[in-house]
């Protein structure tokens, strides 16, 4: 069982930036694949980003790269999403996932591919 705990949402003007973070409990987070998902109001759910367990493969949803910037620290069993250049359609509530690694990123864009799921972080860019 992994338990994960996001923060660092808020609210910032467009342009700006945050950082999130996803605290996850357990012995086993290494092994696990880490994700950020988002979904504003009215919306489905959309992939944001993943990264292996090792940290090297990296994937990003279209709208997001080269704004942001996923990373994991397996020492501190957290996973962080760096968000530059926001803008006001960034809005939404940010959930942190985790589930098995697959070399595909199609597959890891969907939610189906993870197993355990935060509680979410309110995000909110003003324009």
């Known amino acids: 069982q992994v338990q994960l705990v996001e923060s660092g949402g808020g609210l910032v003007q467009a342009g700006g930036s945050l950082r999130l973070s996803c605290a996850a409990s357990?012995?086993?987070?290494?092994?696990?694949?880490m994700a950020w998902f988002r979904q504003a109001p009215g919306k489905e759910r959309e992939f944001v980003s993943a990264?292996?367990?090792?940290?090297?493969?990296?994937y990003y949803a279209e709208p997001v790269k080269g704004r942001f910037t996923i990373s994991r620290h397996n020492a501190k069993n957290t996973v962080y999403l760096q968000m530059n250049s926001l803008k006001p359609e960034d809005t939404a509530v940010y959930y942190c996932?985790?589930?098995?690694?697959?070399?595909?990123?199609?597959?890891?864009?969907?939610?189906?591919?993870?197993?355990?799921w935060g509680q979410g972080t309110q995000v909110t860019v003003s324009s």
């Open positions: 996932a985790a589930g098995p690694f697959v070399r595909n990123p199609d597959v890891m864009a969907g939610t189906g591919a993870y197993d355990y």
């Open positions: 357990g012995r086993t987070f290494r092994s696990y694949a």
């Open positions: 990264i292996s367990g090792s940290g090297g493969t990296t």
